[in-house]
């Protein structure tokens, strides 16, 4: 099993709505990750946990807020957003540590904000 | 800082035909691991094939094979015998066996019936 399931897969939300997207692997892996993609460009990485811990915010504003329950599952709540906040959101895993090499996608939560 | 370089935003090229994919980059590093991501429009980045930079030979996964040239950094795809399927974006990323993927900025492909 290489997947890496994402929940929704859209998500309209208003500027004063709390929203949460959800990212499940169960591929063992332990390090899980946020992307941020706007159309036409790379994915811009977010935050990365490794080992249930967050180990890298690239300086996200704090209306995004990450969280790991636990090695499997990883969430994103979003509350107060923006309109330019607007993208692609991509969860990646990848086997962790010092025998990280590849890292799998999920497809991504395409997200509105109006 | 490591960067990566994909000079070509966009590419075409005849069905069953063969079109290679530049990328370039920029590290100190002597150990890494270099990737091809293919993204179609259903949006999944997709791993297309990997290189191991201590590795001298070219990593190669059915119709798709890289040109690795440590010494010039450069790390070119091949899809050879294209089909409509392979219509998508790529990027070239880099990584150093840590967290931190390094990704170009991305080559579009049309695949012209």
């Known amino acids: 099993d290489t997947e890496v399931t994402q929940t929704p897969k859209h998500l309209v939300m208003g500027m004063t709505n709390k929203k949460s997207l959800k990212c499940e692997q169960h591929?063992?892996?332990?390090?899980m990750y946020w992307y941020k993609q706007k159309a036409k460009k790379p994915p811009e990485l977010m935050f990365v946990?490794?080992?249930?811990?967050?180990?890298i915010n690239e300086s996200v504003p704090s209306r995004f807020s990450p969280e790991c329950p636990n090695s499997s599952l990883l969430n994103l709540h979003l509350h107060a957003l923006q309109p330019e906040d607007s993208a692609l959101y991509l969860c990646?895993?990848?086997?962790?540590?010092?025998?990280?090499?590849?890292?799998?996608f999920g497809q991504g939560t395409r997200l509105t904000v109006v | 800082a490591q960067t990566v370089t994909q000079s070509q935003p966009e590419m075409s090229v005849q069905e069953a035909e063969t079109v290679t994919l530049s990328c370039t980059y920029d590290?100190?590093?002597?150990?890494?691991?270099l990737f091809w991501y293919k993204q179609p429009p259903s949006r999944q980045m997709i791993l297309v094939i990997r290189q191991e930079a201590y590795k001298q030979q070219n990593a190669t996964e059915n119709r798709f094979s890289v040109n690795f040239q440590k010494a010039a950094k450069s790390f070119s795809l091949k899809i050879s015998d294209s089909q409509l399927g392979d219509a998508a974006m790529y990027f070239c990323?880099?990584?150093?066996?840590?967290?931190?993927?390094?990704f170009g900025t991305g080559t579009r492909l049309t695949i012209i019936p």
């Open positions: 990646a895993s990848s086997q962790g540590g010092t025998q990280n090499t590849e890292a799998f």
């Open positions: 590290t100190s590093e002597s150990d890494y691991y």
């Open positions: 591929m063992g892996h332990r390090a």
């Open positions: 990323a880099l990584n150093f066996g840590n967290e931190k993927l390094t």
């Open positions: 946990y490794s080992y249930e811990k967050l180990s």
